[in-house]
């Protein structure tokens, strides 16, 4: 059996860290991952206590060229799933605008990404 959505973006926000993964749910495996605790990414920002919106800028311009090593940034035709309505809800009203970083930050790249249902607005978070 295929799934649809064969590859999904997954978010992760901690108080001092932000991690995005792109997994292939066929075989539950993590294709390619970016992260502010990377030494090379955490040695260009200054997030100090806490990382903002530029931090998650440039943890979607890493995946994004991390999955263009990996020949993924079209998703095998599909395209790279992820429900924007659902990350912020399960990370808190208050980390949307770096939910729309990474996710703008991937499609300014040229990473194929399909918006989920349900997106009033593909552009970016309404205030």
């Not at 792109?22 to 495996?29: A, L, M, P, S």
């Not at 993924?72 to 990370?91: F, P, S, T």
Request: include cysteine.
């Amino acid at each position: 059996m295929t799934v649809l959505k064969r590859y999904v973006l997954r978010l992760f926000f901690s108080l001092k860290y932000i991690t995005a993964n792109v997994v292939d749910r066929n075989n539950g495996r993590i294709v390619a991952t970016a992260s502010t605790v990377e030494h090379s990414i955490k040695n260009s920002l200054e997030c100090g206590r806490s990382c903002n919106a530029k931090a998650a800028t440039v943890v979607g311009e890493v995946l994004a060229m991390r999955l263009k090593v990996e020949g993924l940034e079209q998703g095998q035709g599909r395209g790279i799933h992820v429900d924007v309505n659902k990350e912020i809800e399960k990370k808190g009203f208050k980390n949307r605008t770096k939910v729309w970083a990474v996710v703008n930050s991937l499609k300014n790249h040229g990473v194929k990404v399909v918006l989920e249902d349900g997106d009033e607005n593909p552009s970016g978070p309404s205030l």
